[in-house]
């Protein structure tokens, strides 16, 4: 089992729709979470970090269920720009320091 | 602000030459530095772990000699890909991060050609 798991999709949803990711971590030590965002052969770019009050930046919302180990983005509203691949990141205490491990992402696609 | 500068973009280079890719965080002090690579249509790959004045920790299946980590300064980390052959061709990102449980934050990559 992977330490990191996502649902690679493709998601396919129409403007206006809202989608929502889940990411599951296998590590209950972990410590910070994020989301990030890769459009295609771009760089990622941090979208927002997961707190465990949850956090909203706009029409996205990140969410931290400890107890069952998992984070979600919805994303409200969507448009055509927000089309992309989509990672979680979990960084948690191992033998030799902090380390962050990457999900495989979820493809989105968001269509007029 | 958070922002990681990599150089250079693009390469196009022939079978044999070494290539070096610099990746300087620009407004801030990177503790620790990351390479990635990353293949088309797949999840980024970690490469290697970097701390300024320390050797890199790579990961299992990743050639020391062959992917050479410097990290000279809390801003600056190098990768260089030595007699790079068409396997290695690929797209290598780099990032940076304060340290701790900081997230990181992503250079534009590097993608690397190798003819």
């Known amino acids: 089992r992977k330490e990191v798991e996502q649902d690679p999709g493709p998601f396919n949803v129409p403007e206006g729709a809202t989608v929502a990711f889940n990411c599951t971590y296998s590590?209950?030590?972990?410590?910070?979470f994020f989301w990030y965002r890769q459009d295609c052969r771009k760089e990622p770019k941090l979208l927002m970090s997961?707190?465990?009050s949850g956090n909203e930046d706009g029409r996205f919302t990140a969410q931290l269920n400890r107890a069952s180990q998992y984070i979600s983005l919805l994303i409200r509203d969507s448009k055509l720009s927000d089309s992309a691949t989509y990672l979680c990141?979990?960084?948690?205490?191992?033998?030799?320091?902090?380390?962050?491990?990457f999900g495989a992402g979820t493809r989105l696609f968001v269509k007029a | 602000g958070a922002v990681v500068s990599q150089h250079p973009s693009w390469v196009i280079c022939k079978s044999g030459t070494s290539v070096k890719i610099e990746c300087r965080s620009l407004?801030?002090?990177?503790?620790?530095m990351f390479w990635y690579r990353q293949f088309p249509k797949q999840s980024l790959m970690l490469m290697a772990t970097s701390n300024e004045g320390s050797k890199a920790t790579y990961e299992q299946g990743v050639e020391k000699d062959k992917f050479l980590i410097n990290h000279a300064s809390l801003t600056l980390s190098t990768l260089t890909v030595t007699s790079a052959h068409p396997e290695d061709s690929s797209f290598y990102i780099c990032?940076?991060?304060?340290?701790?449980?900081?997230?990181?934050?992503f250079g534009d990559g590097t993608r690397l050609s190798i003819l």
């Open positions: 990032s940076a991060s304060r340290g701790g449980d900081q997230p990181q934050h």
């Open positions: 407004d801030f002090q990177a503790t620790t």
């Open positions: 590590n209950s030590a972990s410590q910070s």
């Open positions: 990141a979990v960084t948690g205490l191992h033998t030799g320091g902090f380390k962050t491990i």
């Open positions: 997961v707190y465990s």
